[in-house]
């Protein structure tokens, strides 16, 4: 994919409708006027809402103050967690997308390209991968470092909650370390879905305890220290159009990795299936009714 056939793939992040390439091929305006900054750095400014709901505006602003800082002493925390081995861990995380070489897959909230070289490595040669940001800085640093040797790779600043996309453009979409504090986060869960073509994964992770861990001591302070660690596992904020839905804990079990399948449509119960026999509805029956008191 030329850079212009990304330009091309991009729509409006609210509505999803057709952007069209300003004359001098610096910006790209959707029907409602909004106009977006294709600049000439090799990253186009697709945020959406203009104006960031407010824990959003905060993420954003503290990574771009902390990319240096973030890209450098990150390790350091996975080390404290159990003396987990980051690029196995790491490497485990990718290799659940399922990615091929010639796949076309999209990273949201790549920060600083810790996951997004992993991605290259597997969809060589030929593929393409999309690699996105909140924080300018972190996007930045990422593009610094990561080859295109054999590989499309597209830049984007965006928000994970409105994706530029059609329905159905890739085979894989990644996020890991930020999902947590995301302002609108089954949206965002409902938009990783949306973009990945039916048959494709959808791999999410970020901090939350083991249940089972959280009265030991050590994780206790480790609660007490960054609340982060203190989320639960946003389970209620998938969408219904999915299955093979694994669930794995990693680093030190202090956080978790989702991935599942994309389907068309949601599962559906069939109750108009005839029912086998008259001790079976007897059962059912008992069940109900000893259920609802
Ligand atoms: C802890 S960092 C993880 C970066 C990278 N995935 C890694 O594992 O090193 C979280 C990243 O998510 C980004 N982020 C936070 N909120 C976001 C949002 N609403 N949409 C997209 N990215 C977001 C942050 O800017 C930051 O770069």
Not at 207 to 227: D, G, T
Not at 233 to 262: C, Q, S
């Amino acid at each position: 994919m030329t850079h212009q056939d990304f330009l091309n793939a991009l729509v409006c992040p609210l509505t999803q409708t057709p952007l069209e390439l300003a004359e001098d091929g610096k910006s790209l305006i959707s029907q409602d006027g909004v106009v977006y900054s294709v600049g000439d750095t090799g990253i186009v400014n697709m945020l959406y809402p203009k104006e960031l709901l407010p824990d959003d505006a905060r993420e954003q602003y503290l990574y771009d103050q902390a990319f240096l800082r973030y890209d450098r002493g990150v390790s350091w925390v996975f080390e404290t967690l159990n003396h987990s081995d980051e690029a196995a861990t790491r490497q485990f995380m990718i290799d659940l997308m399922g990615l091929k070489p010639g796949m076309t897959a999209l990273e949201v909230g790549a920060g600083t390209g810790k996951d997004s070289a992993l991605i290259l490595e597997k969809i060589k040669p030929g593929g393409t991968a999309v690699l996105s940001d909140l924080s300018p800085n972190m996007l930045k640093l990422a593009q610094d470092k990561l080859s295109t040797e054999e590989v499309n790779v597209h830049y984007f600043l965006g928000n994970g909650s409105y994706l530029p996309f059609a329905d159905d453009t890739f085979d894989a979409v990644f996020h890991f370390g930020g999902i947590n504090t995301f302002s609108e986060r089954k949206k965002a869960f409902a938009e990783l879905t949306r973009v990945v073509r039916p048959g494709g994964k959808v791999v999410v992770g970020d901090e939350s305890v083991a249940p089972w861990l959280r009265s030991r001591p050590s994780y206790q302070m480790l609660l007490k220290a960054n609340p982060l660690f203190r989320a639960e596992v946003p389970l209620e904020d998938l969408p219904a159009n999915l299955e093979n839905f694994k669930l794995h804990w990693i680093f030190g079990n202090a956080f978790y990795v989702m991935e599942y399948t994309v389907t068309a449509t949601a599962p559906e119960i069939d109750v108009d299936l005839p029912i086998p026999g008259k001790d079976f509805v007897d059962n059912w029956r008992l069940r109900a009714e000893k259920a609802e008191g």
